[in-house]
């Protein structure tokens, strides 16, 4: 058995969205010949509220490294977790790598100062290292022409990111789109590198494990006479527009909307204020507030997600204009059985999943054309009201999902893992 350490500073019990990726790859990496350990923060140190439900979907014998950080300082000077515990993470891979030989070293960013462990690792032991992008490192950050904090933050990026990708050997993505740029800007790495693009991937036991628990929703009650659909997650920052056209094909048809509900949860601008609205003030100004559009700033729990998932008659998910964002929501709606109403970019990779599993209806929409989601959304939800007077969760089909479960993706992980250790 091989063995990789995979550098995540979140992790169980944090509930930030991107501790699933490392959580999944480790539950199924040792099906494909790879032990993996990971290498986290303690999480007294983290900022966000604890999930510790989300801790018993670990598995029982996954061995985890836990290393302090600085404390947070008042006023809050450094709040990354990965630069609070940045040297004391380095040391104990350094320890780790040297004193049990291991063959690997994978790093999920963000937290994307993390990303240079990885360089410095190689540099003193030898160890091959690899990168995951769960979030582009290089983009254009919003309001950086008038913020001296986008700015700033847009050119350390663009500064640290090839130091950091030198060495790779792996350098994977949630979607192509999500490193693209780095091959393009660090052109030697096609020829020293191996990529791979891996969506999230839905887990069926999670939703068991909602069952197994016996949590119940709290947010909203059942409401048989309206279509409830339940948007979880965050809000980018590219999404507004289109959001934006969905209410205003709301408003100038309300009548059609009567029977809708769309649920926002987790939306808010700081994760555990309830109440960040962000959502709330278009509602308002569309006049749809508390009558067809709701919203839970603060976030609530993974498994309390699912099972607000459950409660709902429908998934909502929106894409962003930015053609890379593949939502991570479609895997896990996909397996929550409830019909899903997609609204995403023309190149999103999401669409291809929900035309294969027959799970919902997606809309494609062309962010140069935006005002066309306003006149086509009235048609666009009379078929997804069919949809639903008709959905059988029979006849989703999983055996296509299967291409995009967590096993199925980490198979494809530790195949790169291979190739890594062996390539000159």
């Known amino acids: 058995m091989k063995r990789v350490l995979i550098i995540s500073p979140h992790f169980p019990p944090s509930n930030l969205a991107a501790v699933h990726r490392s959580r999944l790859f480790a539950q199924h990496l040792p099906s494909f010949g790879w032990e993996p350990i990971i290498l986290t923060v303690h999480e007294k140190h983290y900022e966000e509220k604890h999930d510790w439900n989300l801790v018993k979907l670990l598995p029982e014998n996954l061995r985890i490294e836990k290393v302090d950080a600085y404390k947070l300082t008042n006023p809050r000077i450094i709040g990354d977790i990965g630069l609070r515990a940045f040297f004391q993470l380095y040391r104990r891979a350094k320890e780790l790598v040297k004193k049990e030989k291991l063959d690997f070293v994978y790093i999920p960013i963000p937290s994307f100062y993390v990303a240079l462990i990885g360089r410095m690792l190689h540099r003193s032991t030898g160890v091959k290292y690899g990168i995951d992008f769960i979030d582009p490192w290089v ?3 919003p309001n950086s022409k008038t913020s001296l904090r986008h700015k700033l933050s847009e050119t350390i990026a663009k500064v640290l990111e090839p130091i950091a990708v ?7 993505g949630v979607a192509e789109g999500y490193y693209k740029g780095v091959f393009d800007r660090n052109p030697h790495l096609n020829e020293t590198c191996i990529a791979g693009a891996m969506p999230y991937g839905g887990e069926k036991a999670d939703h068991e494990k909602v069952a197994e628990i016996g949590l119940k929703p709290y947010l909203f009650q059942k409401n048989s006479n309206k279509i409830q659909l339940v948007y979880a997650g ?3 920052p590219k999404a507004y527009e289109p959001l934006r056209m969905i209410f205003e094909a709301i408003r100038d048809n309300r009548a059609l909307f009567n029977d809708l509900e769309i649920h926002f949860i987790g939306t808010g601008s700081r994760p555990t204020d309830p109440e960040s609205y962000n959502i709330k003030p ?6 749809l507030w508390d009558e067809v559009v ?5 976030r609530i729990p993974y498994l309390d997600a699912l099972v607000h998932l459950d409660a709902a008659n429908g998934v909502f998910i929106l894409g962003s204009t930015e ?4 939502p991570s929501k479609v895997y896990q709606g996909v397996l929550s059985g409830k019909p899903i109403l997609a609204l995403l970019h023309k190149d999103s990779t999401a669409l291809k999943v929900l035309n294969n599993t027959n799970a919902g209806i997606g809309y494609a929409f062309d962010p140069n054309k935006l005002e066309l989601i306003s006149e086509d959304f009235e048609n ?4 997804y009201s069919k949809f639903v007077s008709k959905f ?3 006849d989703v089909n999983l055996a296509a999902f299967d291409a995009y479960s967590a096993r199925s993706v980490t198979d494809m992980l530790a195949t790169l893992f291979d190739k890594a250790i062996v390539k000159n």
Not at 282 to 287: K, L, N, Q, T, V
Request: charged letters at 10%; aromatic letters at 18%.
């Open 139 to 141: 983009h254009p950050f």
């Open 166 to 172: 030198k060495n790779a050997s792996v350098i994977t």
């Open 234 to 236: 965050a809000m980018l």
């Open 282 to 287: 278009h509602a308002i100004e569309f006049g």
């Open 294 to 298: 709701y919203e839970y700033p603060a």
């Open 323 to 326: 053609p890379h964002y593949t």
């Open 380 to 383: 666009l939800f009379q078929s």
């Open 392 to 394: 059988d969760v029979a």
